[in-house]
């Protein structure tokens, strides 16, 4: 069965950095789009970065220029590094992949989430 495992969470103040990790498990035939979301509470869940199986990437402008969504494909890992984080960021943060598995069926999996808090 696949699954997406995240870590990298914590608290941190602003202006700092942290890096969040997603990493997919299981009998994996290839993996198309990896993206990140964000839902702080009482809001909707927002997209936050995507990057393609070639590398192309697209961001919330929120976030640019202080994102970056990168992958391991021989890890079957994303990656979002947040740098000069602000109050704003504090959110849980879900990965979401789109997968072949052994059937090659495209199937999109969420990670369980981690939290990402942002305080002084």
């Known amino acids: 069965q696949v699954q997406l495992v995240e870590s990298g969470g914590g608290l941190v103040q602003p202006g700092g950095s942290l890096r969040l990790s997603c990493a997919a498990s299981?009998?994996?035939?290839?993996?198309?789009?990896m993206s990140w979301y964000r839902q702080a509470p009482g809001k909707e869940r927002e997209l936050v970065a995507t990057?393609?199986?070639?590398?192309?990437?697209n961001y919330a402008d929120s976030v640019k220029g202080r994102f970056t969504i990168s992958r391991d494909n021989a890890k079957n890992t994303v990656y979002l590094q947040m740098n000069s984080l602000k109050p704003e960021d504090t959110a849980a943060y879900y990965c979401?992949?789109?997968?072949?598995?052994?059937?090659?069926?495209?199937?999109?999996?969420w990670g369980q989430g981690t939290q990402v808090t942002v305080s002084s």
């Open positions: 979401n992949a789109g997968i072949r598995g052994s059937s090659r069926s495209l199937r999109h999996y």
């Open positions: 299981g009998s994996i035939f290839s993996i198309n789009v």
């Open positions: 990057i393609t199986s070639g590398g192309t990437t």
